[in-house]
């Protein structure tokens, strides 16, 4: 199976930076598109940032300039730097891959996405 794992989510200042990794786990072969959702108290989830497996970015206008979105295809890790941050983008911050292809012990497997379990982070004034 495969796993999504994040880390990196806490308490910030306006103002601040926070960097949060994803590592997907698993007999993975190749994931075609990692990216970041978030969603904030009483709001829908969010697309924050995508990355496909070429290295194409694709931003939320609400992030541009400010979000960077990375990944190491060699270890299954995204990674998203936030800078800048504001109140606004306080929210639970989910990793998600889709387009994964993994091999169960006798085939591969592909056709579902995954999410992570979910990281929170906290922007203060």
């Known amino acids: 199976q495969v796993q999504l794992v994040e880390s990196g989510g806490g308490l910030v200042q306006v103002g601040g930076s926070l960097r949060l990794s994803c590592a997907a786990s698993?007999?993975?072969?190749?994931?075609?598109?990692m990216g970041w959702y978030r969603q904030g108290p009483g709001k829908q989830r969010e697309l924050v940032a995508a990355i496909t497996v070429g290295g194409s970015p694709n931003y939320a206008d609400s992030v541009k300039g400010r979000f960077t979105i990375s990944r190491d295809n060699a270890k299954n890790t995204v990674y998203l730097q936030m800078n800048s941050l504001k109140p606004e983008d306080t929210a639970v911050y989910y990793c998600?891959?889709?387009?994964?292809?993994?091999?169960?012990?006798?085939?591969?497997?592909?056709?579902?996405?995954?999410w992570g379990q979910g990281t929170q982070v906290t922007v203060s004034s």
């Open positions: 698993g007999s993975i072969r190749s994931i075609n598109t």
């Open positions: 998600h891959a889709d387009g994964v292809v993994y091999w169960s012990g006798s085939s591969y497997h592909s056709g579902r996405d995954y």
